[in-house]
């Protein structure tokens, strides 16, 4: 396809302006067949733009070479660890302790299974992604609600009643965090994180990624991506 796109697109151009709608309507994906053809799907999950050439570049060589087995290696990890520690500071990410998993939404729903017990609760801020309601029921958690400000960004105090509402029921409750948030797209400050996570002096927030924030994305530089963090934590101002 690399090839394909190179030949027909004007690289000065926005990777956004790139593919004609005719290009976007001819794709096979859920956003492009699950409505009429009269309805233009704006949902930003599936982007309308031509993948990476790195990536593209890389999922040709295994195709070509037939290299489509079971995934094996600490190939991934290596490169988070390194993309890690260049953007977000975060060093001595040990390769041995990561999974790989599927997609998201499953290694939030094992993770949650891990960390929690069956019945906890888990915090999520309202209005949020919806399946973080539907992996967390199906994992037999259940959610409490911290609901955003009016701003869009996270409500330290609302979510300090959600966590202490969750710590009233177990000493496992979890807060499961979007960064960026997904509806709002805010990405959360590191004082948000801190405040959320309430670490002590000199450290970072535990977190585990489920969308990464490219620094380009956040309000001050390097905020981490953060995801799913256990109890207890301490909301603080
Ligand atoms: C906040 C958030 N988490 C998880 C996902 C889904 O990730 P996956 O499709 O890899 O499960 C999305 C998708 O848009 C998302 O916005």
């Known amino acids: 396809m690399t090839s394909l796109l190179a030949g027909s ?3 000065g151009t926005s990777p956004l302006e790139q593919l004609p709608i005719e290009r976007l309507r001819a794709r096979t994906s859920m956003k492009w067949r699950a409505y009429p053809a009269d309805v233009l799907p704006l949902w930003v999950a599936e982007m309308d733009v031509p ?5 593209a570049d890389a999922l040709h060589a295994a195709i070509d070479a037939g290299d489509t087995g079971y995934p094996a290696g600490a190939g991934y990890a290596l490169a988070v660890r390194d993309y890690a520690a260049l953007h977000w500071d975060w060093h001595g990410l040990d390769p041995g302790r990561t999974a790989i998993v599927p997609d998201v939404m ?5 993770t949650l299974r891990l960390v929690t017990s069956p019945g906890d609760p888990v915090v999520v801020c309202a209005p949020v ?3 973080f309601y539907a992996f967390t029921k199906s994992a037999g958690r259940t959610v409490i609600e911290a609901p955003l400000g009016a701003d869009g960004r996270l409500d330290l105090d609302a979510l300090g009643n959600a966590l202490a509402a969750a710590r009233a029921k177990s000493g496992r409750a979890a807060l499961l965090l979007s960064n960026p948030h997904n509806p709002t797209g805010a990405a959360h400050t590191r004082a948000e ?3 959320v996570a309430g670490p002590p ?3 970072r927030p535990a977190s585990s990624p489920t969308r990464s924030t490219p620094p380009w994305c956040s309000r001050e530089p390097s905020s981490p991506p ?3 963090s256990t109890a207890p934590m301490t909301p603080s101002r």
Do not use: F, K, Q
């Not at 993948?51 to 990536?55: F, G, M, R, Y």
């Not at 499953?106 to 094992?110: D, L, P, W």
């Open 226 to 228: 953060t995801s799913a």
């Open 9 to 11: 697109l004007d690289a």
């Open 51 to 55: 993948l990476a050439p790195p990536v």
């Open 201 to 203: 002096p000199g450290t």
């Open 193 to 195: 994180l801190h405040a």
């Open 106 to 110: 499953m290694g939030i729903a094992e």
């Open 129 to 131: 992604y919806p399946p």
